[in-house]
Structures are given as C-alpha cells and as structure tokens.
C-alpha cells in the first residue's frame, strides 16, 4: 500500500509554504536579513529550525529509527490534530476508535468535521479484532489505537495490532504516551513492515515534560513528508527544542522515575485489592491505575475534600464506577492510602 493514496486531494496538491529558512539553513557566519527578525542577540531572536534537525538526530539515535521516520509536534495532541486533517475530507471521510480510549482522537474528529466509528474494546479491554476489522468502509482513512491504553492502563495485544496493520488499508495510528511504562517494545521498529502505521509517543508522561509539549510521530517517510506539508512552519520551538534536547541526555534519572513509579504502582494495586471499597483494580501497564469502586462518586468525592484529584471515568463504556488514579511520589501515594484507610474505618 502507499499512504499517499489515502492523502486529502487538496492537500496532495497543496505547494506548502516555505519559509526563508526552509531554502537557506542558516548558520551564525552568515548575515540574516531575510526573516524580519530583530538583529540583537537574545537567544531566541531567530526563527527556530523548522524540521527541528539535531533534536529529530538524538531522537533516532535514542529510538533506533531514521530522522526521514520522525516527525514532531506541540505535544502528540498535534499529531492527532494533523493526521486527521491531511487524510481525513471533512463531511465524507471517518476515523475508527476503540472506547474507552484517549478523548482527542474523538474530539480533534469533531473539529475536523470527521465522523467517528466505535468499536467497544472487549470486556478485558482489549482490541475486538474481528468486529474492528469489518467496521470500516471505504471512507475510513484511520483506525486510532491506544496501548497501554488511557483510562484502561492495559497494552493492547501488539499482535492483533499488527494483523490489524496488514489486513487495514487505512492508516493504523497506534499512541504509545505510556510506552516507557510497559514492559512491551514499541511498535515503531515495525513501520519498515507496515506503510501505514503511525507510532506516537511522547516527553509528557514518562519523560517528565509535559510543560514543553513535545509529541513524536513514527512513520513511514512518505506520511511524515505529508504532515510536513501542512504543519505550521515553526511548530516546535526553539525553547522546546533545546530542552528536550537536554532531556533526552537524562535516560538514568528517567530509568529510576520509571522503576520507582512502576513499584509504587504495584503497591498501591495490593493496596486497593483488599480493599472493600474496591471492586477491581485493573491490570496496568502504564502510570496510573484504573479502579472499579463499589461506590466511585462517594470516593471522589471523599478525596476531593481531602485536597486529592483523581479522574472520575465512569461515564465511558464499560466504566461505571471507576475512577482513574495516577500513581505520584511516594509520599503523595502516602496520602492517598491514609484516604483509603481513613474512608475503610467509617464502613
Ligand atoms: C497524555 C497523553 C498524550 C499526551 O499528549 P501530549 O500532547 O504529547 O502531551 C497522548 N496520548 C495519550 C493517550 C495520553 O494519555
């Protein structure tokens, strides 16, 4: 299959914008009169690079894949958003998710004007394989996937994913945001295989840099030249390049926060077992835990007055009464459980 198939018309045709910089990589030897920019040092007072270079290198050389493999956005959210309005037609075309998942495949459709199909994850909350393979029809350009997947916390079966990519002629998009968390390998050494597979990840969750929103799409270089095309010219920057950049060097510290948060997630899963105001606690493979209360509201709302915020999810399918904890320092998860057991002496 070539992905170039499935790209908007307009957007085929599209001559994107090229910015002085995209013709003339700049270098500090040279005079830089082409950009309007304020010729006084201030660190930041040149444009940022546009395809973001040396950050795309690390990120290759970290992640085994090639730059012409990588693009990036201001957070996945980005990449969700781009995805969709170069392979989606707005009124015609529609994209497939599997609830309970990630809210922004659905609400970036909605903007987009991208009707939305939902095929329920199965009760364990994994991938229906058979009923996800006979929904789409010709209009569906992409089926989002999440694994480990938000609010579930579970990894999907990478195989049913994978039998997914090949049988699919849409885009798979499979978003790994807690990725580092799992003890399954990434999907992204599989887009040589596949053409249509679109990895996510990203600094938010388990690099610890949410604040400067940097998202990573892995793909094949004909969909990364794509997005190239209709991205904003300066969507990564300068700010955000450098401090990732300097991010990416801390893989020990970012190993530690991992081991400690996947030990205290354990924890507190025991934790909540024997609990009676527990129904379940879900297995996870990520950084928070998905849990069935016998009474979610009364617990919410017992946290909340003790000045503790978790996410209430038990609106979504196959979620009443379940709540969605992210695990925290050790001592924050401390506070958690003296909820719990302060909660646990009034029943
Ligand atoms: C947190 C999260 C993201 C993060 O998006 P950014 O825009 O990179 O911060 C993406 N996908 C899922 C499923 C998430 O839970």
Redesign the pocket.
């Known amino acids: 299959m070539n992905p170039d198939d499935l790209v908007r018309s307009n957007v085929l045709r599209l001559k994107p914008y090229s910015s002085a910089r995209d013709e003339h990589e700049g270098r500090a030897s040279e005079i830089m009169l082409d950009a309007n920019e304020n010729p006084y040092d201030t660190g930041y007072n040149r444009y940022p690079d546009p395809y973001q270079g040396r950050l795309k290198e690390r990120i290759a050389e970290l992640k085994a894949s090639k730059s012409d493999n990588i693009f990036l ?8 958003d781009l995805l969709q309005r170069a392979f989606c037609e707005p009124g015609r075309d529609n994209i497939l998710i599997c609830p309970p ?2 809210g ?1 495949y659905k609400v970036y459709a909605e903007i987009n004007n991208v009707a939305v199909r939902e095929i329920p994850l199965t009760a364990s909350f994994d991938l229906d394989l058979k009923s996800t393979l006979e929904a789409p029809d010709d209009s569906t350009k992409a089926i989002f996937l ?1 694994s480990p ?2 609010p579930t916390g579970n990894d999907l079966d990478p195989d049913k994913v994978r039998s997914l990519a090949s049988s699919f002629p849409g885009l798979v998009v499979v ?1 790994e ?2 990725i580092d968390f799992s003890t399954r390998p990434s999907l992204l050494t599989r887009i040589g295989e596949h053409p249509n597979l679109v990895v ?1 990840q ?4 388990a690099w610890g840099m ?1 604040g400067i ?3 990573m799409g892995f793909a094949d270089e004909r969909v990364v030249r794509t997005l190239n095309k209709i991205k904003p010219p300066y969507n990564v920057n300068q700010a955000t390049q450098e401090l990732a950049l300097e991010t990416l060097k801390n893989e020990k510290k970012r190993e530690q926060q991992i081991n400690s948060i996947r030990k205290e997630r354990n924890a507190i899963a025991e934790r909540l077992e024997c609990s009676p105001l527990v129904r379940k606690v879900h297995p996870s493979d990520a950084n928070f835990l998905l849990v069935q209360f016998h009474n979610a509201k009364t617990v919410l709302s017992a946290l909340k007055e003790r000045g503790i915020i978790v996410r209430d999810r038990s609106e979504l399918p196959n979620c009443t009464d379940r709540l969605r904890i992210s695990i925290g320092t050790p001592t924050e998860n401390e506070r958690f459980k003296a909820v719990l057991d302060e909660l646990e002496s009034t029943l």
């Open positions: 956005g201001n957070g996945s959210d980005e990449v969700i998942t990630y922004m999440c997947n938000n978003d945001a807690y996510l990203t600094l938010s969750k949410a929103r940097l998202g």
